[in-house]
């Protein structure tokens, strides 16, 4: 789960993960590449240059804790709804690429499907930490008091 609070932009480890299976390592900032292989997956990581944070933001399957935070149970249930059907449309457009047997459709159609099950499994961590099921905590930034399971450094 990536965190925009303003300027800063944080993420885990597992989001590092996300990316590296996905993309090819010469189009990933480095930095993504060194949290990656910090295997620290409880950490929110800072990104510090512009490049870094602009190439986070533009990823629209990480979720941002910041913007489901404000956001009631009912809201999210509603977000996870929707992120359920894409995963469903993933998952047919999957199943019909190895119907088809093009292996180019297929790989395209199985990252669709990691990412939206990666976008999914997040949002129900949401769920729970507003249920009162999981706990997170941060810094002292009003935001991030909520939050208690995760720890935040920076790399540089």
Same mark, same amino acid.
């Given at each position: 789960?990536?965190?925009i609070d303003g300027e800063k932009?944080?993420?885990? =480890?597992?989001?590092?993960? *996300? ?11 480095? *930095? ?7 295997k620290d997956s409880s950490s ?29 149970? @009912?809201? @999210? ?5 929707? *992120? ?11 199943? =019909? ?23 999914? =499994? ?10 009162? +099921?999981?706990?997170?905590?941060? +810094?002292?930034?009003? +935001? ?13």
């Amino acid at each position: 789960m990536k965190m925009i609070d303003g300027e800063k932009v944080y993420i885990q =480890e597992r989001d590092a993960q *996300v990316v590296m299976s996905v993309m090819p390592e010469e189009r990933i900032p480095q *930095v993504i590449v060194d949290i990656y292989n910090s295997k620290d997956s409880s950490s929110f990581v800072e990104l510090k240059s512009p490049e870094e944070r602009d190439f986070i933001n533009s990823l629209d399957y990480l979720i941002d804790y910041n913007a489901l935070s404000f956001l009631s149970l @009912t809201e @999210t249930l509603s977000m996870n709804q929707g *992120v359920l059907a894409e995963l469903n449309r993933a998952f047919r457009l999957y199943a =019909e690429a190895l119907e088809l047997s093009d292996e180019e459709s297929i790989q395209r159609a199985k990252v669709r499907l990691e990412l939206m099950k990666y976008k999914e =499994e997040c949002i129900k961590e949401m769920i729970s930490s507003k249920r009162g +099921t999981i706990n997170f905590s941060g +810094t002292n930034s009003e +935001t991030r008091k909520k939050m208690k399971a995760f720890n935040f450094r920076s790399i540089r």
